[in-house]
């Protein structure tokens, strides 16, 4: 599985293009997904297929989300309601991550799905559990040494490949960019921050790009 980090997060500068028309994405396209891996279907049901069509009949198999006929169509109406029901008749929960809602109104998971995914998370997929990433290991095959790590707001940044540096970016949590340069003393240089967590990445004459987290008190 991909995924990129141009893609994440409301910041993220790409427009979601869905036949042929552009919406505001926050970047939650992976919490979707991520809700289908640990089990859970769209919040419709399906019943109408995924994009066209309308069906009460079939069910997300969740409680506690409203019976609903078709996928939202990336809008925010509050008051839709697809299907209506004897007793207990709800508009559309728009608001679910499992629906095609526009994702700035999109906010929740109900309680049903939570347990559900915890459940198949405990089981189909307790593969995630149970393995463990050694992050030392990890850090022995980055040619970039970051030291003190975690420091206090400046740090020595060692570039341990054989390779030439040809530039270092490096961006905050939120993926925002706040250093490029092409540094003057190539094996090692100094960095200046203020507290946070940082990602560096390294882009060799050679074309290599290695990146490693750090972070400043
Ligand atoms: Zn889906």
């Given at each position: 599985m991909v995924l990129?980090f141009?893609?994440?997060?409301?910041?993220?500068?790409?427009?979601?293009?869905?036949?042929?028309?552009?919406?505001?994405?926050?970047?939650?396209?992976?919490?979707?997904?991520v809700?289908?891996y640990?089990?859970?279907?769209?919040?419709?049901?399906?019943?109408?297929?995924?994009?066209?069509?309308?069906?009460?009949?079939?069910?997300?198999?969740?409680?506690?989300?409203?019976?609903?006929?078709?996928?939202?169509?990336?809008?925010?109406?509050?008051?839709?309601?697809?299907?209506?029901?004897?007793?207990?008749?709800?508009?559309?929960?728009?608001?679910?991550?499992?629906?095609?809602?526009?994702?700035?109104?999109?906010?929740?998971?109900?309680?049903?799905?939570?347990?559900?995914?915890?459940?198949?998370l405990e089981?189909?997929r307790k593969g995630l559990i149970e393995s463990q990433v050694n992050t030392s290991e990890i850090n022995n095959y980055s040619f970039i040494k970051v030291s003190p790590n975690p420091g206090?707001?400046?740090f020595?940044i060692h570039y341990t490949s054989?390779?030439?540096?040809?530039?270092?970016?490096?961006y905050?949590i939120?993926?925002?960019?706040?250093?490029?340069?092409?540094?003057?003393?190539?094996?090692?240089?100094?960095?200046?921050?203020?507290?946070?967590i940082y990602y560096i990445n390294i882009?060799?004459?050679?074309?290599i790009s290695t990146s490693t987290r750090f972070i400043s008190?």
């Amino acid at each position: 599985m991909v995924l990129d980090f141009r893609v994440v997060g409301s910041n993220n500068p790409n427009i979601l293009n869905v036949q042929g028309m552009d919406y505001d994405s926050h970047g939650r396209t992976c919490v979707h997904e991520v809700g289908h891996y640990l089990g859970l279907r769209h919040i419709w049901g399906d019943g109408g297929g995924i994009f066209g069509g309308s069906s009460c009949s079939v069910d997300d198999g969740m409680e506690d989300t409203p019976n609903q006929g078709e996928q939202t169509g990336f809008s925010c109406n509050k008051t839709r309601n697809t299907c209506t029901d004897v007793s207990n008749d709800l508009p559309d929960m728009l608001e679910n991550y499992m629906d095609y809602s526009d994702e700035s109104c999109q906010n929740i998971f109900t309680e049903d799905q939570v347990s559900h995914m915890r459940k198949v998370l405990e089981n189909q997929r307790k593969g995630l559990i149970e393995s463990q990433v050694n992050t030392s290991e990890i850090n022995n095959y980055s040619f970039i040494k970051v030291s003190p790590n975690p420091g206090m707001g400046e740090f020595t940044i060692h570039y341990t490949s054989d390779s030439r540096v040809l530039l270092y970016t490096v961006y905050d949590i939120s993926g925002k960019l706040l250093i490029s340069a092409n540094p003057e003393n190539d094996k090692q240089f100094k960095v200046f921050v203020s507290p946070g967590i940082y990602y560096i990445n390294i882009i060799d004459v050679k074309g290599i790009s290695t990146s490693t987290r750090f972070i400043s008190y």
